[in-house]
């Protein structure tokens, strides 16, 4: 029905703006240049709701929709029903420039791939960071669960758009294996993966009593800071020793994918930018923005309902963010991958000759 409504006001703009130019102008032969009032007014209609949506929205993570709304109404005119049809066809329109926008011509060093449970429904979002900082929302996917499926999901659609996963790139992810199975799926042996050092200590002292759970996370912090990789999973490998009698369980938690835990260091970047790109702290914070914003709504429907609600909550965190911390030195990851992706391919093609 949706589809048919646009149709028709398609239909509807081309004819009153057909009936203007030859009012205007006569046949379409005639050689000069006059302003459609019709055009100006379907323009400004268009306007009106990219003002509606930046207002909602910046309303919403101020906790004041109720008097941006009325500010609405005192200023245009527009009655609350008005303001919100308004508001739903930006928000339409922000999702699809979210999910269909090129990404052909965005280099990127980093890509950020997260999960979270929105309202009961699997949200992954993908971020990316190019070579001079600058981040970016990418896509994201919605389904029943984190699984590898949803996953391949969101990285078809960014290929599809334009992103090469033949290029050498630092994957920063949680500590799903489902994640990591759909980028080694597309990337092969360009992706670097690195998997966040905050989700393997919280998963690491979920399986210890209260009383351990300072102290060992105390020790994973330090281990993570130590500027040589052979250094901390020396360290790491202890801890790991040490509580395997006790509590096997955590002993198996802090091996599995410790070693890609620890891929930013063995690629020697700088403290600063090892620092930030060691956790999906900087995905973390886009979905706080968008739970800010869509606590807000009070019934939550079907069909595109939440898709249009988070990809504007993503667009307008994008608009507002800085670039990366440490972002004066990608060049030095730029650098460490090319590098590292040289080694992993010479290596690949000895063995194979071999």
């Known amino acids: 029905m ?9 239909i509807f703009i081309e004819t009153v703006m057909e009936s203007e130019v030859s009012t205007l102008v006569g046949i379409r032969s005639q050689n000069r240049e006059i302003p459609l009032g019709s055009y100006e007014l ?11 949506w930046q207002k909602i929205m910046y309303g919403l993570t101020m906790r004041s929709y109720k008097e941006v709304v009325q500010q609405f109404a005192e200023a245009y005119g527009l009655e609350k029903s008005a303001t919100c049809e308004h508001f739903v066809e930006a928000s339409r329109a922000k999702l699809k420039e979210l999910m269909t926008r090129s990404l052909a011509h965005v280099p990127l060093s980093v890509i950020l791939i997260d999960g979270t449970i929105f309202k009961g429904q699997h949200m992954i979002v993908a971020i990316g960071v190019d070579p001079l900082g600058n981040k970016i929302v990418l896509g994201m996917e919605q389904g029943a669960s984190e699984n590898t499926r949803v996953a391949q999901g969101l990285l078809g659609q960014l290929s599809e758009r334009g992103v090469d996963f033949n290029e050498p790139r630092l994957y920063l992810l949680d500590g799903s294996k489902a994640l990591r199975a759909a980028v080694i799926s597309y990337a092969g042996d360009a992706a670097f993966i ?28 330090a281990a993570y800071l130590q500027a040589e990789a052979a250094d901390a999973k020396n360290a790491l490998y202890k801890l790991h020793d040490e509580p395997m009698e006790v509590n096997p369980s955590a002993a198996g938690s802090l091996a599995e994918g410790l070693e890609e835990t620890l891929t930013v260091t063995e690629l020697r970047l700088t403290p600063r930018l090892r620092q930030t790109l060691s956790s999906t702290n900087a995905i973390e914070s886009s979905f706080s923005v968008v739970g800010k914003i869509c606590t807000q709504v009070k019934r939550w429907q079907g069909s595109d309902h939440r898709l249009r609600w988070v990809a504007s909550a993503l667009l307008f965190a994008e608009s507002r963010w800085n670039k990366l911390h440490g972002y004066r030195h990608m060049p030095v990851l730029v650098n460490a991958l090319a590098l590292a992706h040289s080694l992993r391919f010479g290596k690949a093609a000895a063995a194979s000759a071999a």
């Open 194 to 221: 690195q998997r966040c050092q905050v989700y393997k200590i919280r998963n690491v002292v979920e399986y210890l009593p209260e009383a351990q759970r300072p102290g060992v996370k105390f020790r994973m912090r």
């Open 42 to 52: 379907f323009r400004r209609a268009s306007l009106m709701e990219e003002t509606v």
């Open 2 to 10: 949706g589809d048919l409504l646009r149709s028709v006001g398609k």
